[in-house]
């Protein structure tokens, strides 16, 4: 998943533009073809700044802004640092390419700098979306190779040890342990229906089973790592809803997750239309749908998600990539994302055009809802160049 969203990154690659001078009006051949090539030396170094940021992130969520300040003024790096001042200084909603630009920080003397730029830029949206600093060292570490990826695991379990076991259990009465027991014959169903439910639900949903449950099932479909994360979304979960909440959230769970084994059954028996078992065949449409949802700042995505209906959610839950589902159900509240879990559930499947006209309405919110807030034109709209081509891909399509 992290390896298809690093290769959908040449369009950052295509402004970080080669200059021996570093004056961006003098800029030669963008660096894409050759950044990510660079040597095991190199690697390394950049694997410390990656580490390093995740740091510096672990600081401001563990112990707040003003420990943060302090850590990242006597910070050297000039890169690292201008990335830093960016978290400390902004908004979420910060236009982080322009940022990046008026900063000087896309212009590039070496492949070498040109590939710490894209990981910088990589890890400090993620920063800006306050995804957890494990999440965001894998999403640097994907720029660096598998030996990188094996660092950030090792990382990951040496920093957040304490948190790969839970301290306290909560038990709620309820059918959800039982139901996880039974299903883990069926690893890919379970993981199927984690990663559809997104790690919010499915964190809010299992802080109410016992701990053997949870030991057992990070045992047989996560890593060390993610075992990690859902043992945060538990924790989170657990200081922040209620009993009631958490039942709801179990309750929705285990209706995806029947949803999930009806819909095995019927494909396998042929009860399902043979052109409705699968999933959308354009993968340029999928690819589209699921950068756009990534691309689109965080309030807005709320915004506009509040507003669609659950069944257009629900057709475009089923025709995007795993990391967008995430997006979707993290961002969606308790309410509406248990809304769209039903919508689901009454789908018999989506074909090509189907989605296509749910993406296009879609996206023809994205615009309407920034041409209201800023009272332009299509062309004038204060958009990105990367936003402005998805939505074009998608509003063109027939």
Known sequence: MLMQRLARLQSLFDLIQKSESGNPSEAGEPFYKTVLEARTGEADQLMVIAKDFAEYIAILREKGKEAFEKAVSDEKRRKLKFCLRILLESQPSVNLQQSFLSGGMLTARSSR????????????????????????L?????????????????????????????????ILPGDMPDVILTNLENTARLERTIRLAGPQLAGTALSGCPRDIISELESKIFSTSGAILLNHDIEVARAEYSSDEIADAQNAFMELLETMKISDMETATGLIEPEKQKMPQDPLLVADLSNLIMETEEKLLKDILIRLSPQVIAVIVQGIEPMAHDRIFSTLPTAKARRVLDALEASTGIDTLTLTRNAQIFAQQILSEISQQHKMTAKQLPITGRLRQLLSAILSRE
């Open 113 to 136: 700098e040109a590939l710490e730029t894209a990981m910088l830029y990589q890890g400090t949206a993620s920063a800006l979306k306050n995804s957890h600093p494990a999440v965001i």
């Open 138 to 170: 894998k999403v640097m570490s994907a720029f660096l190779g598998m030996e990188a990826a094996v660092q950030a695991d090792a990382w990951i379990a040496d920093h957040y040890k304490h948190h790969s076991s839970l301290a306290e259990e909560l």
